[in-house]
């Protein structure tokens, strides 16, 4: 298993709709989790942390499931701002770096 | 706080010319990263410094080397460009390696590329 594995997108969605990635990691030691975002030619942007619990930031929600070694971010009632690519961002298993997936494109259409 | 800055924005190099890649970052962090970014791929770690005079090796450091002498600046040397250079390199940093305070803060990044 590669260790940080997401959905290959592109996905395609129109205003309102609501999306949500998968992503996978291999280190089943992993202690801290993360989405960022990034827009085309663009750094990187912490978007939101993922805990144990789950979390919720507006209309963007989080979840771990530890046992799975599965995180998922959901997002509701698109914008058209919300178009970028999602990176799911794990840390490694010395835990003194992150590890970060391809990416999910998301284009979100009026 | 202007956060993490990065110099050149853009760069063309011929193959076998040198160049360094200047970081910057005014948040007294201790932690700092050198990625790269290949189009459609993940970011890739070239090296890292846990505090002023200390780097280590990441996944892909051949043909890069870095150094560290203040807590704020940490350059990034390429010996000899390459082709296989040609990337959207990051700079990144952050207040610890591990639980709260690990999110990375990034630079705006360097297009470089090698004819």
């Known amino acids: 298993r590669k260790e940080v594995e997401q959905d290959p997108g592109p996905f395609n969605v129109p205003e309102g709709a609501t999306v949500a990635f998968n992503c996978t990691y291999s280190?089943?030691?992993?202690?801290?989790f993360f989405w960022y975002r990034q827009d085309c030619r663009k750094e990187p942007k912490l978007l939101m942390s993922v805990y144990s619990s789950g979390n919720e930031d507006g209309r963007f929600t989080a979840q771990l499931n530890r046992a799975s070694q599965y995180i998922s971010l959901l997002i509701r009632d698109s914008k058209l701002s919300d178009s970028a690519t999602y990176l799911c961002v794990v840390n490694n298993q010395a835990g003194t770096a992150l590890i970060f997936g391809k990416g999910t494109t998301l284009s979100v259409s009026s | 706080n202007a956060g993490v800055t990065q110099t050149p924005k853009f760069r063309i190099l011929k193959i076998g010319q040198s160049m360094t890649l200047q970081c910057a970052q005014d948040m007294n962090h201790n932690y700092m990263y050198w990625y790269r970014q290949d189009p459609g791929m993940g970011l890739k770690l070239i090296y890292y410094?846990?505090?002023?005079?200390?780097?280590d090796k990441g996944e892909v450091p051949n043909g890069y080397n870095v150094s560290r002498s203040t807590t704020e600046d940490f350059p990034l040397r390429l010996e000899l460009a390459a082709p296989s250079q040609t990337s959207v390199y990051f700079c990144a940093s952050s207040y610890s390696h591990g639980g709260a305070g690990n999110e990375q803060f990034f630079g705006p990044g360097t297009r470089l590329t090698v004819l």
């Open positions: 280190n089943s030691a992993s202690q801290s």
């Open positions: 410094s846990v505090g002023a005079g200390i780097t």
